[in-house]
């Protein structure tokens, strides 16, 4: 009984470290692609917009009505206790260090996460990935590398624009159902403004998003077995790229604050 | 010149390749024929280092493949072409773009020169004006020759066919053999070609070689192949030309 539970946590441990080590490995080996995608700069472009660009209509929406509902939220909190003239200066507190990086990084992890999967995990089925190398083109830097850097780059972006429409919602719900004065809710988010706040949600996004990036390439990368395989690749890019977040954002809140 | 000696391969606990040893001469082509999943692709994927064999040695002229680094492999690599069995071609990019890739990742060439290259293999394999479809819009006769296209266009010195004919109309088939014997005779390529078909194996072939239970069970001329008295080979040879 309690060996066989010591066994399971070891098998655990062992699964755990094994796919830490892959994922780092290929990030070892994109690293090396800096001069290729200097060269071949419309393959990072081309992933830029696949996942910036195309990744707004959605980033929109979650950022509106997260903003809205912690403005309601922070509301029903304050009632009786604080003055709605802080109303401001909470959600935009909230949203800039927590709000926006952790639920643009969830919608982009199931968004891009999973779709990077499956686009790789089925070039690897139909043997396209075996056909680069038969080309003498390193997978890795032709299509790791671009996918990895533009997650990096793009999801800070999309944090910050994701943070403006946050405000927006927020300011919306203050403004027509709390009756908070635009100038209450702006002038109180004003005076306790952190440029750290920012910097530090920036940063949480820009692991996020090289992370899930990379989660998606190692796990498309590894796909076997077909169709069916394709299909538990996006699965497992999306519950792997979630869970790092999640984590990655609790290591970070530590380190940060 | 590939020498390829003892090698051995399984997957799990099914082994595929017993031993196989095979030479092909420089500048000549080499047809490996045997049944249904005897491992004749997974020999040709050895050759290229897309499966690493448990033990053995593939010499491709000084290098050895088996057990190379990974930056060696890309250098041996770049010496080779290889035509897959189901094409592989790059489902995201067009036509020209799939035969044109290489050019783009390796050389210098100007897009336009790029273009006519593409549109000059395009040609010698029967296609023309196809450059921008996709290739999921082609017939997998098309897509197969759109392979072969990919496969030729660095001018490899080492080609790897897998099943170049499968799939074709009788027509289409004589022409990709007259093309095979073509390019071979013009550029001096070396070349293994793995088929089904007789005919074409008669056709092409300087050598021709029989997997059979992980080994290579005869390794001969046509002629010797025709004649042999070797029961699994009479059988394929009568087999084949029947059908
Ligand atoms: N990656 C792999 N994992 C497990 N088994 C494999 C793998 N690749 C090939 N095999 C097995 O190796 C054997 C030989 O396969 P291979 O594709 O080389 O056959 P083949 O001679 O090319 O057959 P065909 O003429 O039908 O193309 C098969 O039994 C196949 O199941
Ligand atoms: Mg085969």
Redesign the pocket.
């Known amino acids: 009984m309690i060996s066989g539970l010591a066994q399971r946590i070891g098998r655990l441990t062992l699964f755990f470290l094994r796919e830490v080590g892959t994922h780092v490995l290929l990030l070892a080996r994109a690293a090396t692609a800096g001069g290729y995608l200097l060269r071949r700069r419309h393959l990072l472009i081309e992933q830029m917009h696949k996942i910036g660009v195309r990744s707004l209509p959605l980033v929109t929406i979650v950022s509106l009505f997260t903003g809205a509902v912690a403005s309601w939220q922070a509301a029903y909190q304050f009632r009786g206790l604080i003055s709605f003239d802080y109303l401001g200066a909470a959600v935009s507190a909230a949203i800039l260090i927590e709000l926006s990086p952790v639920l643009t990084g969830l919608v982009v992890a199931g968004r891009v996460g999973a779709s990077i999967a499956a686009e790789l995990g089925t070039m690897r089925v139909t043997e396209q990935i075996d056909a680069l190398e038969t080309l003498a083109i390193d997978p890795v830097h032709y299509l790791a590398a671009p996918r990895i850097l533009a997650g990096f780059i793009m999801m800070p972006a999309l944090v910050i624009y994701s943070n403006l429409v946050a405000h927006a919602g927020g300011y919306l719900v203050a403004y027509s159902m709390l009756d908070v004065s635009t100038a209450a809710f702006f002038g109180s988010a004003r005076r306790y403004f952190l440029v750290h706040n920012v910097v530090a949600g920036l940063l949480k996004a820009f692991f996020f998003g090289g992370g899930t990036a990379l989660i998606g390439c190692s796990i498309g990368f590894r796909t076997a077995g077909g169709a069916e395989g394709v299909g538990a690749s996006t699965i497992r890019a999306f519950v792997y790229s979630s869970a790092f977040i999640l984590v990655m954002d609790y290591i970070l809140a530590t380190l940060l604050f | 010149m590939i020498t390829i000696h003892d090698v051995h391969k399984r997957?799990?606990e099914?082994r595929?390749l017993e031993g196989v040893s095979l030479t092909i001469p420089e500048g000549k082509t080499a047809v490996i024929v045997?049944?249904?999943?005897?491992?004749?692709?997974?020999?040709l994927r050895s050759i290229i280092g897309l499966?690493s064999p448990d033990s053995g040695s593939i010499r491709v002229g000084e290098d050895e493949v088996v057990g190379a680094e990974r930056r060696d492999l890309f250098r041996i690599r770049r010496r080779f072409g290889m035509l897959f069995?189901g094409a592989a071609l790059f489902d995201s990019l067009t036509v020209a773009e799939n035969i044109g890739l290489a050019l783009r990742e390796h050389t210098r060439l100007s897009r336009q020169e790029i273009r006519n290259r593409v549109r000059e293999k395009l040609e010698v394999v029967g296609l023309s004006g196809i450059e921008d479809r996709k290739p999921a819009e082609l017939s997998g006769g098309m897509r197969k020759r759109v392979g072969l296209a990919r496969a030729l266009i660095m001018d490899p010195r080492y080609v790897l066919f897998?099943?170049p004919t499968t799939g074709l109309d009788p027509v289409m088939s004589d022409a990709i053999n007259r093309l095979i014997i073509g390019t071979q005779r013009r550029l001096g390529i070396t070349a293994i070609v793995?088929t089904?078909d007789m005919t074409s194996a008669f056709g092409i072939g300087d050598k021709i070689a029989m997997?059979s239970d992980g080994r290579i069970v005869f390794e001969g001329t046509p002629e010797a192949f025709r004649t042999s008295a070797l029961p699994a080979v009479k059988q394929f040879v009568r087999g084949g030309l029947d059908g």
């Open positions: 997957f799990g099914k595929v045997g049944c249904s999943g005897c491992g004749k692709t997974v020999l499966v069995q897998d099943e793995v089904h997997i």
